[in-house]
């Protein structure tokens, strides 16, 4: 079991702060971007992803109980 994080307008698109995915343990970051674009419609390419409160990059692998938390770009002005 993995639990996801979105914030600012990944939650709004997926419409929840977040979702926990049983099978997706041993994949890649790389791996749930493209679950998500496929399953959901919801493009990550431009978050950053923390794991467990870790920036990590798209080869790190997934474990059984990780947070991963994606967090768009933050803009303003």
Do not use: C, H, W
């Not at 419409?15 to 343990?25: F, N, Q, Y």
């Not at 674009?37 to 990780?66: F, M, P």
């Amino acid at each position: 079991m993995v639990e996801v994080l979105f914030f600012a307008d990944l939650q709004e698109k997926m419409g929840s702060e977040k979702m926990v995915l049983e099978d997706v343990a041993g994949m890649t970051i790389k791996d749930l971007r493209q679950r998500l674009l496929s399953s959901y419609d919801l493009e990550t390419k431009q978050a950053i992803v923390a794991i467990n409160e870790e920036y990590v990059q798209d080869d790190t692998v997934l474990q059984d109980k990780d947070v991963v938390a994606f967090i768009p770009p933050v803009s303003g002005g």
